[in-house]
């Protein structure tokens, strides 16, 4: 006989999506089994860029400083080049991630967190480290495959790659974040939209010292423009920094309806030479890979008592790096309303949520990354190079751009516009932190969402509107400054609100116990553990002294009252009940 053990829940794959549902989970105390099929974790450098939604929840898990520990700075990441090699002519900069000092106050102004830069190889193992630590079941070189659903749970088998043996886990739920080649996902048959494998792109990872040629340009991110560098892949060649400033991935496109190319050493060691542009530089190659680029989504990411999160529901290119960053967003939306559910605190209907707020995240994000490698054609095509044949009519045409004559000139401000539009790669702030869910786990107020001032995919702005991410603002007293966000801890429901608002923790004390759900009140103002610092909070907040704003775990709004009513009970009761999917 098979043997069978029990849990709460079971994640499958142990990369961004996977380890941090199982620390989510642990940390709500959820009895969780995580799997994973291979003996360790993420091998290869991957996912990097960490925006500041993702580092907001590892601020929340209490895991920022460790990640910052082994991150590169927010400083180093920004000053992004195009060139022809690294160590050839440049074609301009734009100042990336925020750290062009109009942008950088947008994003110091939006969160208490910056963005830096983590390869998936460092970060993997703090997320398995601390979900570990809180209590998840990790295990590796244990393969899902297959699974049954009924009423009450699911029982998915799986096989122990050490011995060899199948054995089933019991669930109540299972998370499927396997990653592109989801099997989760293809077992539910989820409905796709998009194609995978549209154009093909290698890495080669590699050591080298660099720090002379870049050391001055600090970036993560520096583009080449070569022969070549428009066939396939994610928009130009790349080089991108891993560890500053010796270790390096390039990722070069190639033609994905040809023959897969075989890259040995020799050849790997060509392609990071022309790259660099230093023909005899010392160089180890540490490993090389293909992958193909995707435009996928999944347009409703879960089947019963099965979810899928990260690259399973959503497959792109690395282009505005979002890959790691939503599949733990995705997580981080889904675990806490698992907890609800299995703690009896909310109605199963909770969980129909997690599709109607991360599916259109889902496809905003395919679309946006895939949009962005394509806008590199924009920069082709004002430097003339778009149809050139060979090697010396590319670096003519590039030449041109040098010319003192009327036709240099229109270059120069063609090439200057392409660049502009980068920014909606580099500098997409209003992506990375303006989403707003629609679902029944947000109880709106009738009142439309504000018009966007500037452009939204560029700018995030903030908003109270149910729905959207709470605004951050630094409140605090003489001896402590803290985040909005932090008052707003991920095992509860918090309601925020001023001291004319007061009644508002009575009523909340009363339908948190009558309904079973933590719910703390905290009371923003002067002689209160926390006032408004810098004022701030008051020009944020939406509603008056006396209103409320009830913030879900995950820091999104789930609902808001602009005034004290005759019975804040009432209201609010109603308006828990209705998010929480209860009868
Ligand atoms: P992810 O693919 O990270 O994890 C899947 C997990 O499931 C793994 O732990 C795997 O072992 C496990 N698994 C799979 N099948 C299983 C089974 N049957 N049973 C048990 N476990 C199973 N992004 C970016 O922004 N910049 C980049 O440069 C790159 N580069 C890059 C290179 C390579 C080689 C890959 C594969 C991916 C990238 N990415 C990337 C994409 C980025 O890594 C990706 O968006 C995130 O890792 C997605 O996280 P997930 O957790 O969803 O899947």
Known sequence: ATE????????????????????????????????????????????????????????????????LREATPHELMGDTVFCTAIAGDEIGRIRTWGTHPARHADYELASPSLNCD??????????????????????????????VQDADGVTATVLDRLTGREYRIRAKYLIGADGARSRVAAGLALPLEGEMDIAGSM?????ADLGELVGH?????????QPGSNIGGIGAGLVRMVRPWHEWLIVWGYDITREPPVVGTEAATRIVRNLVGVPDLDVTITGTSLWGNNEQYATHLHSGRVFC???????????????????????????????????????????????????????????RANKSAREFSALFDALGIAGTETEAEMIARMEERKANTPEGAAKRAAVRQAMDLKNYE??????????????????????????????????????????????????????????????????????????????????????????????????IGPGRENTDLYFDWAGLREVEEDGALLVRPDKHIGWRAHRLPEDPETVLSRALSAILSRK
């Not at 190889?121 to 480290?129: F, K, N, Q």
């Not at 282009?319 to 960053?325: F, P």
């Open 4 to 67: 069978t053990v029990e849990t709460e829940v079971l994640v499958v794959g142990s990369g961004p999506a996977g380890a941090s549902a199982a620390l989510f989970l642990a940390a709500l105390g959820v009895e969780t089994i995580m799997v994973t099929k291979y003996r360790w974790t993420a091998d290869t450098p991957r996912a990097h860029i960490t925006n500041q939604r993702t580092m907001e929840i590892f601020r929340d898990l209490g895991i920022e400083d460790q990640v």
């Open 118 to 147: 983590i390869p998936q190889t460092y970060l993997e193992p703090i997320l398995v480290r601390n979900a570990t630590v809180r209590g998840a079941q990790t295990r590796f070189s244990t393969e899902y495959l297959s699974h």
């Open 203 to 207: 890495n080669i990872t590699f050591k």
């Open 217 to 225: 340009r600090p970036s993560v991110l520096y583009w080449v423009i």
């Open 309 to 367: 999160a990260g690259d399973a529901v959503h497959k792109h290119p690395p282009s505005n790096g979002l890959g790691s960053n939503t599949s733990i967003q995705d997580s981080y939306n889904l675990a806490w309303k698992l907890a609800a559910v299995l703690r009896g605190q909310a109605g199963a209907g909770l969980l129909e949520t997690y599709s109607a707020e991360r599916a259109p995240v889902a496809e905003q994000i395919v679309k």
């Open 426 to 523: 580099f500098n997409a702030h209003g992506v990375e932190l303006g989403q707003h869910y629609t679902s029944t786990a947000v109880a709106g107020d009738g009142v439309p969402r504000p018009e966007p001032e500037r452009d939204p995919e560029l700018y995030y702005q903030p908003s109270t509107t149910p729905g959207a991410r709470l605004p951050h603002a630094w409140v605090g007293n003489s001896n402590r400054k803290v985040s909005t966000h932090d008052l707003a801890p991920y095992g509860q429901f918090t309601l925020l609100t001023g001291i004319t608002g007061e009644r508002w923790a009575e009523a909340a004390a009363k339908v948190g116990a009558t309904l079973g759900v933590p719910l703390e009140t905290v009371v």
